[in-house]
């Protein structure tokens, strides 16, 4: 009934305006009619369904996409509140008027024109989307929309590519022209992915025939783009491809896999094309990687062809070059053509590609077991970032294997972890332990870190270690002092005390936290520490009064005790002078005297404490047998030296049995020699093997070849096996090992922010700016670089040395040592010298930075026994330069300017030649003709006279061949 009534009512309304019209025409009032009627209609179904305006426009404003899904119920609407909700959208989406032009067109074209101007000025961020729809543009205004297609199209040439055909067909010519242009300022973008379907929409003949063209000019691209050219007509892109492969038959192999989608009877053809010329090994080496591929084609076929190919890739001279890549194969799909044969190729292709070994560990064993196992451990020496990797997978494949390789990877790495101490010890506990002991010297932190790890493994070891690590890294040492006393409190506290000693300065940051341990034991520690320190400040003191007299220089040690000259001497070992070590020995030996005290009465009163140092700096200044004269009689002589050792032996400290050595091999006292000899030789006979058995063993041997053994033990002498005990031979450096492949003999200098580093650097700088043949580069603020070519042999040095105040520890901002690693990182550079110009308080914060490789380290100061372990500890074989006194820039200078003219000839560095020129350079001081006259030179040791470097070398190695390691 509601249904009759709306009909009704609207009929009656249209009356009227029918009856209006009748004298225009029966035709025009039918079909006006007509529309009216449909039009009234459609209203009033629409309002018979009841539809709600205020509905609609509320959830249009609350939510403007709605209009989108809904243009139906938008359309009934009023223009004003459409275009207003349409508005509202843009303001969040404004590209939407874009990607819905037709229904904003629709509307209103004059809106339309000016809401799209406006809304592609107020969003530059999102020209490019605006751009895209080129119809849309010229929809809303032709003559604005050409214009702004113009200025885009001069602005990116190549835009064209993807848009062109969307312009209406009027302007085809235009957009062809630009595409050409495009071409011609990028060809091979117009192959990219879509691109070439887009070129061709535009003029199917005429985008053939460009593709025609620029597939010959860029045979790669146009293999990309070969679906696309099938897609487009198979006949044409196949033809079209196979005049590209007779060209340039190198890029059929590598996209084997979509030739065969295409057509696998067509692929074949142009495989045996390509194979018919002479390939490069990478072409050649693609047969092998897509062996899958040609035996699904015909296997027949296939199998001949690629052992042909494996036969010219295992000949190739160049395969080092490109199988050291990553590369992809299918073992199991060779292993399927002939077992053998395929073994044979991979021990060629596999030997230098550590990542493809590695991802293959199992499929490699299942082939056979023994090979795969050796195939594995030769490639694991190139890389030991994949042991570490697979590690657990090494292990399920053979433990005792397994752990060889971990081993020697583990001697690689450049820095140890805690978690790789943990790993170790998980593994297998004795074997974990050992190889601890041969990591620590380059994981001392760790060993600090760790240490109450390592105390649950063994308290005792956990112990020993941490002493030896803390030698290096005091600071750290210290800073662990809860975890070493809970670990044994009696020891614990004894190594931090002797620790706090040796570095008083630093200890008194830490009396707070020891005094929360023990309150006495800490005050024993601030007093002792206290003394200590004043000790060493005086004797810095006189150091700097060198060129004072006598009564200046030495007036602060007037009233110092004895125990006060010993603790000087021993305490600033490392930057004693030798002037000042001279007056505090002949004072100390006369207040002994004076006293009626020897000196076994004095050091057995204070427990042989730090008598290795001691000897050691007596040896080295030619002063062992004053100390030894003022021991009172032979029996208390040989007394001191059996307690002596039965310490050293007792503690392991093999830093003691170096110094026995330098005792043997200097004092002139015959019966000490012999007692020495005949004791050290007892004690070797009686031991089981270990460190300390072989560091008696290269005692004896080095005693017996340098030094005056008695004829008694010659059959001792005899039956010592030479070739376990022989240090190893540091007379030259052959000179291809300091160059790189370049020519290149690369040099970085370490120098630190104090006074010394200042006025040694400009020392430094000084020595070549004399030389013509030098030139130095100071445009770095960190860093110089100093460098030379030898016009006759063409090689090069390069010497990089970071300035005073850029190393690292005191310029946080800048940091010339990092940009100096970063440099040559970049221009894939290694120094094969190291020198380290500063206080052997630095020498550590240089040694980390030692790369593997490298061939000669300077230390200048020598830092003792502990510097010598770490220097090898990171590169293992470098020839060390040191001296037992202070080093001088008066003779580092001069001679390492001989040294670097050596290299630089390209002659083998002879150690023994380069150090008689070096003796042989004149002086700068006018008191001195040559450097040897300066008594300074006789303590600087070349590194073919360097026992204690050549003993923790050879010790090193006997303990990798006694746990069954390889030494790296």
């Known amino acids: 009934m509601k249904m009759k009534n709306v009909l009704k009512s609207s009929s009656e309304k249209i009356t009227p305006l029918l009856q209006s019209v009748k004298d225009t025409g029966i035709t025009v009032l039918k079909k006006s009619s007509q529309i009216l009627v449909q039009m009234a209609v459609a209203s009033t179904l629409v309002m018979a369904k009841g539809f709600d305006k205020e509905y609609w426009m509320e959830r249009f404003q609350r939510n403007p996409m709605d209009s989108l899904y809904n243009q139906k119920e938008l359309g009934l609407l009023d223009k004003k509140i459409q275009k207003t909700i349409l508005e509202n959208l843009l303001l969040r989406k404004p590209w939407y008027i874009i990607k819905n032009y037709h229904l904003f067109y629709k509307i209103d074209h004059k809106w339309y024109t000016r809401l799209l101007k406006e809304t592609m000025k107020n969003n530059p961020k999102d020209r490019r989307k605006f751009i895209d729809s080129p119809q849309a543009l010229l929809l809303a205004d032709e003559k604005w929309g050409m214009s702004v297609m113009e200025e885009e199209c001069e602005k990116d040439t190549t835009r064209i590519f993807n848009i062109g055909y969307l312009f209406p067909y009027k302007y085809k010519e235009w957009v062809k022209k630009r595409i050409e242009k495009g071409i011609r300022d990028k060809p091979t973008e117009a192959m990219g992915m879509h691109t070439v379907s887009y070129i061709i929409d535009v003029d199917r003949a005429w985008g053939m025939r460009l593709f025609e063209k620029l597939a010959i000019q860029h045979p790669e691209r146009a293999f990309d783009s070969l679906y696309d050219f099938v897609e487009i007509h198979k006949k044409w892109g196949m033809q079209l491809i196979e005049r590209v492969a007779t060209k340039f038959p190198q890029y059929v192999i590598p996209n084997l896999y979509l030739l065969i989608e295409i057509d696998s009877q067509w692929a074949k053809k142009l495989v045996d094309r390509a194979l018919l010329q002479s390939l490069p090994l990478k072409d050649l080496f693609s047969v092998i990687e897509q062996s899958k591929d040609l035996i699904s084609i015909d296997r027949d076929w296939a199998i001949p062809l690629i052992k042909q190919v494996g036969k010219k890739v295992c000949v190739d001279e160049n395969r080092e070059d490109y199988l050291s890549q990553s590369f992809s194969i299918d073992i199991s799909v060779l292993i399927s053509i002939d077992k053998q044969w395929a073994i044979s190729l991979l021990e060629v292709i596999l030997i230098d590609s550590v990542d493809n070994v590695f991802t293959s560990l199992f499929t490699l064993i299942d082939i056979d077991r023994d090979w795969g196992m050796n195939l594995i451990a030769e490639t694991a020496a190139k890389d030991s970032w994949y042991v570490m990797r697979d590690k657990e997978d090494l292990l399920k494949i053979d433990k005792k294997w397994g752990m060889s390789l971990i081993a020697r990877a583990l001697q690689d790495k450049r820095y140890i972890s805690g978690e790789d101490f943990e790993f170790v010890i998980s593994v297998d506990k004795i074997w974990g332990m050992r190889l601890i002991e041969l990591l620590a010297p380059k994981g001392r932190k760790e060993v600090l870190t760790k240490i109450s790890f390592l105390g649950t493994v063994s308290p005792q070891w956990a112990l020993d270690l941490f002493l030896l690590s803390a030698s290096e890294f005091p600071y750290k040492a210290l800073a662990h002092a809860k975890e070493v006393i809970k670990i044994n409190e009696k020891r614990g506290k004894e190594i931090i005390m002797t620790l706090a000693l040796e570095y008083p300065f630093m200890s008194v940051s830490f009396l707070k936290a020891f005094n929360q341990i023990d309150v006495n034991w800490a005050q024993e520690i601030r007093e002792a520490i206290t003394r200590v320190g004043d000790l060493v400040d005086?004797?810095?003191?006189?150091?700097?009064?060198?060129?004072?007299?006598?009564?200046?220089r030495y007036k602060s040690i007037e009233k110092s005790s004895v125990v006060d000259l010993y603790d000087m001497i021993v305490y600033g070992r490392e930057e004693i002078y030798t002037s000042s070590y001279k007056e505090l020995l002949k004072r100390f030996l006369k207040k002994l005297k004076d006293s009626n005290t020897d000196f076994l009465s004095f050091i057995e009163a204070h427990d042989y404490r730090h008598l290795g140092v001691f000897f050691e700096a007596a040896t080295s200044y030619g002063d062992i047998d004053k100390v030894i004269l003022n021991i009172s009689g032979m029996n208390r002589v040989k007394k001191i030296f059996t307690e002596f050792l039965n310490k050293s032996i007792s503690s392991k400290n093999t830093h003691n049995i170096v110094a026995l050595t330098e005792v043997l091999l200097h004092t002139k006292n015959g019966e000490l020699t012999q007692f020495l000899e005949k004791r050290s030789i007892d004690l070797y006979k009686n031991m089981s093997k270990n460190t300390i058995k072989d560091a008696f063993g290269i005692l004896l041997q080095y005693f017996f070849r340098y030094g005056k053994p008695s004829s008694v033990h010659n059959a001792f002498f005899h039956s010592l096996d030479k070739n376990k005990y022989t240090i190893p031979d540091l007379t030259s450096v052959p000179s291809e090992d300091l160059f790189d492949q370049k020519g290149r003999n690369i040099q970085q200098y370490f120098f630190y922010n104090d006074a010394d580093g200042h006025s040694t650097f400009q020392g430094f700088l000084a020595r070549y700016q004399k030389d013509d043949q030098w030139t130095i580069d100071e445009g770095n603020k960190s860093f110089v670089l100093i460098q030379s070519t030898n016009k006759t042999n063409g090689k090069q040095m390069l010497i990089y040395a970071n300035r005073p105040g850029f190393d690292g520890y005191d310029n946080e901002e800048q940091d010339g040592v990092e940009d100096?690693?970063?440099?040559?990182?970049?221009?894939?550079?290694?120094?094969?010298?190291?020198?380290?110009?500063?206080?052997?308080?630095?020498?550590?914060?240089?040694?980390?930075?030692?790369?593997?490789?490298?061939?000669?380290?300077?230390?200048?100061?020598?830092?003792?026994?502990?510097?010598?372990?770490?220097?090898?500890?990171?590169?293992?074989?470098?020839?060390?330069?040191?001296?037992?006194?202070?080093?001088?820039?008066?003779?580092?200078?001069?001679?390492?300017?001989?040294?670097?003219?050596?290299?630089?000839?390209?002659?083998?560095?002879?150690?023994?030649?380069?150090?008689?020129?070096?003796?042989?350079?004149?002086?700068?001081?006018?008191?001195?003709?040559?450097?040897?006259?300066?008594?300074?030179?006789?303590?600087?040791?070349?590194?073919?006279?360097?026992?204690?470097?050549?003993?923790?070398?050879?010790?090193?190695?006997?303990?990798?061949?006694?746990?069954?390691?390889?030494?790296?």
């Open 538 to 552: 005086t004797l810095m003191h006189i150091n700097d009064l060198h060129d004072s007299p006598d009564h200046i």
């Open 820 to 968: 100096i690693q970063e440099l040559m990182k970049t221009e894939n550079m290694t120094p094969s010298v190291i020198v380290h110009r500063g206080h052997s308080y630095h020498v550590q914060k240089t040694i980390q930075h030692i790369p593997k490789n490298t061939k000669i380290t300077s230390l200048g100061s020598c830092g003792g026994y502990q510097s010598f372990q770490s220097v090898l500890s990171k590169a293992l074989g470098s020839h060390i330069l040191a001296t037992k006194g202070i080093g001088t820039k008066f003779i580092n200078e001069p001679a390492f300017k001989v040294l670097n003219e050596t290299i630089l000839s390209g002659k083998d560095v002879i150690w023994s030649e380069v150090w008689k020129e070096i003796a042989d350079t004149p002086s700068v001081l006018n008191k001195y003709k040559h450097l040897k006259d300066d008594p300074r030179f006789s303590l600087y040791i070349s590194p073919d006279q360097n026992f204690g470097a050549s003993f923790v070398l050879r010790l090193n190695e006997l303990y990798c061949e006694r746990w069954g390691f390889v030494c790296r």
